[in-house]
C-alpha cells in the first residue's frame, strides 16, 4: 500500500479521527496534512475549543505520519504549546513534518493552522517502533 492508503485504511478504522471530522489532505512517506472543522461539541466553558481537541488533531497527524509506510508507531512523548485561542468555525490543518528518524524511534514536529494560516498551536511527538506492521494489528 502507498502511504496515502495506509493512511486511509488507519482512517477507516479511527472512530475517534472521524468523529472529529479529520479528512487526509496530503499523504506522503512519513509526512502528512489533515484538516478538521470545529463543530459545537469541541467547545469549551470559555467559549473557545477544548485544548484536548487540538492535541487529539496532532495525535491524530502523528499517528498517520508515523505509521504510513506499514512500520506501526506508537506516541512515547508529546508536548504541545498554544498560541492562539480557536473558535467555533474554525477550520485546523495540521501538518506532521519528520526531523529524526533511528532505527527505534521518529520525532516529528505538527504545526496546527487555522484557516487564516495563523499558527494556533505546535506539538511535537516522539514515537515509538514497534516492530509490528499496521496491517497486521
Known sequence: MSPHEL???MLAQDHFSQWMGIRLIEVREKYCRIE????????N????VHGGITFSLADSALAFSSNNTNDASVALHCAMNFTKAVKMGDTL?????LISDTRKTGVYDISIRNQNDILVASFRGTVYKIDKKVTNL
Do not use: C, D, F, N
Open 7 to 9: 493512511a486511509q485504511y
Open 36 to 43: 478538521m472543522p470545529v463543530k459545537q461539541e469541541m467547545i
Open 45 to 48: 466553558g470559555l467559549r473557545t
Open 93 to 97: 490543518t495540521a501538518e506532521s513534518i
